[in-house]
């Protein structure tokens, strides 16, 4: 698989990832713990109410009593007074949540004889407050998420480190360099370590093949000369040769003409061999391609 994002930036990113995930998992987490308690305790306070009430007082069908500011229990058998909303009204035993326009409310209902009673506390402020604090927690996940960006680079920067430096000095290795740097005795014995020893052992391969080139290049020139010597002398005197036929003259030039050839080969050979690769300069000229097959077709017209 070809990734194309830097490794730092992807380190960066799975760790902001892992930080907003976490983070939004606790908050909602925290959010839903904090609604069950709410209702459980709001549950557990306005049932002891209107037990308490019911006990100490003769309730009156279709009555409506003002236990607190926020709270008012009602007792309703025919509702001939339509004291409370129809919506309400359809509300099974039990604590429900109930919002109007501007209002909202928890309505405890229950069961006495052959009317119900609906016990509703009124709890906007409170609502307000836990909007307040579910912004709230946005903004700490956005904030969370800010910090674990920054932090993420700046971590990510210290990890990559070590890889960052030894990109570099790979980078800058020559194989033809005649010392081997040892770039695994710079890092500790971990990934990167095993990575550095694995292009020590490389450039060490890369550095005896060309060596062991060279070697073969400078001792097969060497080799080459002597022959190629007699062959150039045995030419040159059959050449001045002035019975030679004309035929046998031909022959003797073509045998001279690779021997030159040949010695030109050598030279480069040799340069090739005494030379480091990167101190070559190869000179570039325009030729004409015509005169070019001509000197190779003339060369193999023998063949």
């Given at each position: 698989?070809?990734?194309?994002?830097s490794?730092?930036?992807?380190?960066?990113?799975?760790?902001?990832i892992?930080?907003?995930v976490?983070?939004?998992?606790?908050?909602?987490?925290?959010?839903?713990?904090?609604?069950?308690?709410e209702?459980e305790?709001i549950?557990?306070?306005?049932?002891?109410?209107?037990?308490?009430f019911?006990?100490?007082n003769?309730?009156?069908?279709?009555?409506?009593?003002?236990?607190?500011s926020?709270t008012k229990?009602?007792?309703?058998v025919?509702?001939?007074?339509?004291l409370?909303n129809?919506?309400?009204?359809?509300l099974?035993?039990?604590?429900?949540?109930?919002?109007?326009?501007?209002?909202?409310?928890y309505?405890?209902?229950?069961?006495k004889?052959e009317?119900?009673?609906?016990?509703?506390?009124?709890?906007?402020?409170?609502?307000?407050?836990e909007?307040a604090?579910?912004?709230?927690?946005?903004?700490?996940?956005?904030?969370?998420?800010s910090i674990?960006?920054?932090?993420?680079?700046?971590?990510s920067?210290?990890?990559?480190?070590?890889?960052?430096n030894?990109?570099?000095?790979?980078?800058?290795?020559?194989p033809?360099?005649?010392r081997s740097?040892?770039?695994?005795?710079?890092?500790?014995?971990?990934?990167?370590?095993?990575?550095?020893?694995?292009?020590?052992?490389?450039?060490?391969?890369?550095q005896?093949?060309i060596?062991?080139?060279?070697e073969?290049?400078?001792?097969?020139?060497?080799?080459l000369?002597?022959p190629?010597?007699?062959?150039?002398?045995?030419?040159e005197?059959?050449?001045?040769?002035p019975?030679?036929?004309?035929?046998?003259?031909?022959q003797v030039?073509?045998?001279?003409?690779?021997a030159?050839r040949m010695?030109?080969?050598?030279?480069?050979?040799l340069?090739?061999?005494?030379?480091?690769?990167?101190t070559?300069?190869l000179?570039?000229?325009?030729c004409?391609?015509?005169?070019?097959?001509l000197?190779?077709a003339e060369?193999?017209r023998?063949?």
């Open positions: 698989m070809k990734y194309k994002q490794l730092r930036f992807r380190i960066t990113f799975s760790f902001v892992f930080v907003f976490l983070t939004l998992a606790s908050a909602v987490g925290v959010n839903l713990m904090l609604n069950d308690i209702e305790l549950y557990q306070r306005l049932q002891a109410e209107m037990d308490h019911v006990k100490i003769d309730l009156v069908p279709d009555s409506v009593i003002q236990i607190a926020d229990l009602y007792f309703i025919h509702d001939t007074q339509n409370l129809a919506e309400v009204k359809q099974t035993p039990g604590l429900h949540a109930w919002s109007s326009a501007k209002e909202h409310f309505i405890l209902v229950g069961n004889g009317g119900r009673l609906y016990l509703a506390k009124e709890t906007t402020d409170f609502e307000n407050r909007e604090i579910k912004l709230a927690m946005i903004v700490m996940v956005i904030a969370v998420t674990a960006l920054w932090l993420g680079r700046w971590i920067g210290k990890v990559i480190l070590p890889v960052s030894l990109a570099q000095q790979v980078a800058s290795l020559k033809s360099s005649q740097p040892h770039i695994a005795l710079q890092y500790a014995e971990d990934e990167v370590g095993r990575l550095a020893a694995s292009f020590d052992q490389y450039l060490q391969q890369m005896q093949f060596h062991r080139e060279q073969f290049t400078a001792d097969a020139s060497h080799e000369r002597t190629l010597a007699v062959i150039k002398g045995a030419s005197l059959l050449l001045e040769t019975d030679l036929p004309e035929r046998a003259m031909k030039e073509r045998i001279a003409r690779a030159e010695s030109h080969m050598l030279e480069i050979l340069l090739l061999a005494r030379e480091a690769p990167n070559i300069r000179n570039q000229e325009c004409l391609a015509q005169e070019v097959v000197e190779v060369q193999h023998f063949l």
